[in-house]
């Protein structure tokens, strides 16, 4: 059983920044990623048709006899977490908590902005797992869909790229938050924009960072930690484009990524 791979799910190709985390936290786990790429995004999509989704990337993963199943979407932590734990027979890691956790731990004054999908900031998911752990803290919260076109496009540190994210982070910033959550697996790759836009002040949380920490934690609770000390094997599926998927995906996953099938 330990021996079995991690499973990690996401509506596209953001949640290899998880898988990124996963394998940096925990080099000897074997890992199977599977992005729904004919169906994506699901951020701007009814809860309803994203928890039909979360259900069936569920199956796939479990089809392939995971030890554990990652949900790597934002969009489906805040919306159908429960699904896919009701669905699976292995322990169910979301990217909600771990990121919400940490924010309001690092936090002085108490003043925590969220950056995500319209979906994600629409369900506030955050603000309530923020305030579950301190119900003093202020959260403010605010959608920026334009960040995941500029990435996939690879305009990481463009002058348009800075531009839309001035926009996007002055409202959090006259609200004196001290603490920014990155609710989005493809934000990460923007993170120097977004800390030089906030002029170096702000403490960035990387969701996904939080929860290669909750992961491991979570293997070590089910005795699930693989003991190998083998380079392990990453495998990667898709719903659509494998190409496409495999040309951007380098840049989230900071490796090559190998052969990207479709299921």
């Known amino acids: 059983m330990t021996e079995r791979p991690i499973g990690v799910f996401d509506s596209g190709i953001g949640g290899l920044t998880v898988v990124r985390a996963l394998t940096r936290r925990l080099p000897h786990e074997n890992i199977v990623y599977y992005g729904d790429t004919a169906r994506v995004p699901y951020g701007p999509k009814s809860p309803q048709v994203v928890r039909t989704y979360a259900a069936e990337d569920t199956d796939v993963l479990l089809a392939h006899k995971v030890k554990m199943i990652v949900v790597a979407c934002n969009t489906v932590s805040a919306v159908a977490l429960d699904v896919v734990q009701k669905r699976s027979r292995v322990p169910v ?5 771990p990121g919400a956790e940490t924010a309001a731990r690092v936090t002085r004054k108490k003043r925590i902005g969220v950056i995500g999908t319209a979906g994600t900031v ?8 923020i305030r579950r752990v301190d119900p003093t803290i202020e959260v403010f919260s605010r959608a920026c869909p334009l960040f995941v076109p500029l990435v996939e496009e690879g ?6 790229t800075e531009m839309i ?3 996007y982070l002055f409202p959090l910033m006259l ?9 989005c697996t493809h934000y990460p790759l923007l993170r120097e924009v977004i800390g030089r836009v906030l002029k170096g002040v ?10 290669a920490v909750a ?3 979570a293997l070590e609770t089910h005795g699930l930690k693989n003991p190998s000390t083998l380079r392990p094997n990453l495998s990667f599926y898709v719903s659509d484009i494998p190409h496409a998927f495999s040309e951007i995906g380098e840049r989230f996953l900071g490796q090559k ?7």
Do not use: C, F, N, P
């Open 122 to 129: 629409r369900s506030q998911a955050y603000d309530h797992a």
């Open 93 to 97: 890691v979301g990217v909600i908590v």
């Open 215 to 217: 992961v491991e934690e």
């Open 175 to 183: 609200e004196k938050i001290d603490t920014l959550v990155l609710g």
């Open 202 to 211: 702000v403490t960035l949380v990387d969701s996904g960072e939080a929860t």
């Open 165 to 167: 994210a001035r926009e």
């Open 155 to 160: 305009w990481i540190d463009h002058k348009a």
């Open 257 to 263: 990524l190998g052969v990207v099938k479709k299921m």
